[in-house]
């Protein structure tokens, strides 16, 4: 029996594979890790038929450029990203949350996550990727998950174990909402600034900068003054957190966040937000709004419902 | 003992202890992890003990923060229980290339390399914490002789193995990693094993961890 394989002609700016992440292990020093955008990493896994939490190819920016060779599979591409896919001479523009068949020597080239940061490939079956604790997510920081916790390298071989039969093309048409505000809960900290930062955190707009990754969004603006101290005997953090160090420029703790951290918390971003929060570029501008834990309580759970009924319609 | 228990965010409870870092608190904190790791909740996603906190954070399909604090807030501890962590040896040599931050120590803390080393080596040190990167232990206390402040500009890497001091604390960097502390030496040993599905930290909090002084020639011979 021949293999299945993509070989890597280009590896993208941060491929990775990641699952929905491994929990239980932040005493040990290990994050929780897993995709980034939550909604559309379910959706590529409900589209191909898999089980919800199956392996994918996550990728920002600029994704990989895979060349197939095997027996007939099934992909496709979730996000809002610009592909193409080549058969023969032919080469056709793809379409985000539609089904692809991809025969032998085709290649897939992600261009681009257009304006957006991460985008998701998932195939009809299973990637032949290795696990630790329970989850297949590549961190690369610590070298722990798929890949040897690297991301996809240069010419690289990315083995497929399992293609599922019986397989139906599938399409949806969906439109990734951007976000106006991102909401926010007060956090720990709160007390540690001067009213003028609190309402310039409230009321001025923000920059991403460019030195945002998987591990934090950093925020360049208005500085926020501390009328305390800005280091805090370093304590437990959790994804969402924003803590503002004594440069004065908050930081966001994302999915492959340090398990703890020295920093002032000046607010949480709530649940609801967080899968439209890390697609938002660096450059672009966010602005935060402060909620109470009853709503952002209330807003999840309409996520999650909105969510349900997304994959549950496929 | 938990002082006051608020939420951090929508999905997580932030149990404070308090403001002071000794190990009478840390030992709380503590025993209340191993107590709510028995209870197996199946909402928790993640217990994070620290010098004198506790997050919680959980499935927010599963409980809200008002549920699971009720739970937490029954749970009590027994405050003359003794902790029974391991005893863990951890070779350190202080020659160069490995103790980058050495002579700025002695300048720092006025005193000479040997007094730095002797202070050091002589105390036994309890770990806190772990965390920040895999399987990094945050140790205390370390002799008041020897207490410094981060350096003025963390180092970008900061390699693989060092022993850092700053403060009342002593740690170890499992990865290369940027950071900010004193480093006075670099061990051998793996005190992170990610190869290791259980117990991949050599250190885990309520530990002791006695440091042994070696030559740059055991370093390189260590196996």
């Given at each position: 029996m021949s293999e299945n394989i993509f070989k890597v002609i280009r590896p993208g700016i941060n491929t990775t594979f990641q699952d929905k992440g491994r929990s239980n292990l932040y005493h040990l020093g290990i994050p929780f890790s897993g995709a980034m955008d939550n909604r559309n990493y379910l959706l590529a896994n409900k589209l191909v038929g898999n089980d919800l939490n199956n392996p994918v190819l996550e990728f920002a920016f600029q994704g990989p450029l895979l060349k197939y060779s095997g027996e007939k599979i099934n992909l496709v591409i979730t996000g809002d990203v610009s592909f193409k896919i080549k058969h023969n001479d032919n080469e056709i523009e793809g379409n985000c949350y539609e089904t692809y068949e991809i025969h032998n020597e085709d290649e897939i080239d992600i261009l681009s996550t257009n304006k957006s940061v991460y985008g998701y490939l998932s195939i009809a079956g299973s990637f032949d990727v290795s696990y630790q604790w329970g989850s297949c997510s590549t961190n690369t920081k610590s070298n722990?998950?798929?890949?040897?916790?690297?991301k996809l390298q240069d010419n690289q071989i990315i083995k497929i174990s399992k293609i599922s039969n019986n397989f139906s093309k599938k399409k949806i048409n969906y439109i990734n909402s951007k976000i106006e505000k991102i909401r926010v809960i007060k956090g720990t900290n709160f007390d540690y600034f001067s009213k003028t930062a609190i309402s310039n955190f409230f009321e001025k707009e923000f920059k991403v900068s460019k030195l945002s990754d998987r591990m934090g969004m950093r925020l360049e603006g208005v500085k926020l003054e501390n009328i305390k101290t800005s280091n805090i005997k370093s304590e437990g953090l959790i994804k969402g957190v924003i803590q503002v160090p004594g440069d004065g420029n908050p930081i966001i703790m994302l999915s492959d966040h340090g398990t703890i951290g020295g920093y002032p918390k000046i607010g949480v971003i709530i649940s609801a937000d967080y899968d439209r929060l890390v697609q938002i570029p660096p450059g672009s501008n966010i602005k935060f709004q402060q909620v109470e834990l009853s709503d952002a309580e209330t807003l999840y759970k309409m996520y999650e419902m909105n969510t349900h009924n997304l994959i549950s319609q496929i | 003992m938990i002082k006051n228990i608020l939420n951090l965010g929508d999905a997580a409870l932030y149990c404070d202890f308090g403001q002071d870092v000794n190990k009478t608190i840390n030992s709380n904190v503590i025993k209340y992890y191993n107590n709510i790791k028995k209870l197996n909740i199946e909402s928790i996603n993640n217990i994070t003990p620290s010098y004198n906190k506790l997050i919680i954070s959980f499935d927010l399909n599963k409980i809200k923060f008002n549920e699971l604090k009720n739970i937490i807030e029954k749970i009590h501890i027994d405050d003359d229980e003794k902790l029974l962590g391991k005893q863990i040896e951890i070779p350190v040599c202080c020659e160069e290339p490995y103790s980058l931050d050495l002579s700025e120590l002695e300048r720092k803390l006025n005193l000479t390399k040997e007094i730095i080393l002797n202070n050091f080596f002589k105390n036994e040190y309890f770990c806190y914490m772990t965390g920040f990167i895999a399987g990094m232990p945050f140790l205390g206390d370390i002799n008041e002789s020897l207490r410094a402040k981060r350096l003025e500009t963390p180092r970008v890497k900061v390699p693989k193995g060092s022993v850092g001091i700053t403060e009342q604390f002593t740690n170890i960097y499992t990865f290369e990693s940027p950071g900010g502390w004193n480093i006075i030496g670099n061990t051998p040993l793996k005190v992170f094993d990610s190869s290791k599905e259980i117990e991949p930290n050599l250190i885990n909090p309520g530990d002791t961890v006695l440091f042994k002084r070696i030559s740059k020639e055991e370093y390189l011979n260590y196996e």
């Open positions: 722990i998950g798929a890949n040897n916790g690297l | -």
